[in-house]
């Protein structure tokens, strides 16, 4: 185009045109939903490999899915000038322990904010490095309670969808076999809790679920929560983040990864934009 053979009126039209496309192209980016993931990656192989896996998928979907992702394993970062930055708050393997820390996150939720958090996240037993000394966080908002005991070896599950009409779970089938995972049981029966949806558990099928080699660490029955929302917030918890590690021959090789699984994919990505919406909890 030979803009400077054209009349004054038609550069002057050109030139709104031009700004009024900048300043909407800078309205999109702004318009962006924000997310911020929390981890410490440290003591346990399996986790390490669960949180550098996330944050690489999470990045990755990020661009494509028009949102901003950004992780840190500073915990410092949770306090509430930073959050404010956010709509979403990721917990990839833990939780904070300070207690500023604790009422910052609980005051984020409390006033509208948004969170997802993953397996290890929701992990606490008294006595350990991790004890269950943080009863709203615990029992109040994820409804869990204390851990009780796990499968293992980590192995894969046939889930049942328990609700097909929830946003996160709309696109998923009424059963679908998930990537390999460590599965936690709870001290709480999350049934009895009036404020807790359970979205997925682990179907029948599934039994007997690990392959020990200690008795305990095979399911054979029961009722196992996966995928849960407190209704009180907006938030949603998946037990999944745990990837396999050959701890048997010292190699710590990775012998699984988490987000390899296109239908478990589209729930962890389904509830994102869940989260990310404000018309309710």
Not at 181 to 191: Q, S, V
Not at 226 to 241: A, D, E, Q
């Amino acid at each position: 185009m030979q803009i400077m053979n054209l009349p004054v009126r038609q550069i002057f039209f050109l030139f709104l045109l031009f700004c009024t496309g900048f300043s909407f192209q800078a309205q999109c980016n702004s318009s962006k939903f924000r997310v911020i993931a929390f981890y410490t990656a440290k003591n346990d192989q399996a986790h390490i490999s669960f949180v550098n896996e996330a944050n690489q998928w999470f990045s990755k979907m990020s661009a494509r899915h028009h949102f901003s992702y950004f992780a840190t394993s500073d915990w410092r970062k949770l306090n509430a000038d930073t959050l404010s930055n956010y709509q979403v708050v990721i917990f990839l393997d833990s939780r904070p322990d300070l207690p500023k820390q604790r009422k910052t996150f609980q005051n984020f939720m409390e006033n509208g904010g948004a969170f997802m958090g993953f397996h290890f996240s929701a992990f606490a037993l008294t006595p350990s490095e991790y004890p269950q000394n943080w009863d709203w966080y615990h029992n109040q908002f994820l409804g869990s309670g204390e851990y009780q005991s796990n499968t293992w070896r980590p192995t894969s599950a046939i889930l049942k969808v328990e609700d097909r009409n929830h946003p996160a779970m709309r696109h998923l089938p009424a059963k679908f076999k998930s990537q390999t995972n460590e599965w936690y049981r709870w001290k709480n029966d999350l049934r009895t809790n009036q404020d807790i949806h359970i979205l997925a558990s682990i179907d029948s099928s599934s039994f007997p679920l690990g392959n020990g080699p200690k008795s305990n660490e095979i399911w054979h029955s029961g009722y196992y929560p996966v995928v849960w929302t407190n209704t009180k917030y907006r938030m949603i918890y998946i037990n999944m983040g745990h990837n396999d590690i050959d701890y048997e021959h010292q190699t710590n090789k990775e012998l699984s990864f988490t987000f390899t699984n296109r239908t478990q994919n589209k729930l962890i990505l389904d509830a994102l934009k869940w989260l990310e919406r404000k018309e309710g909890k």
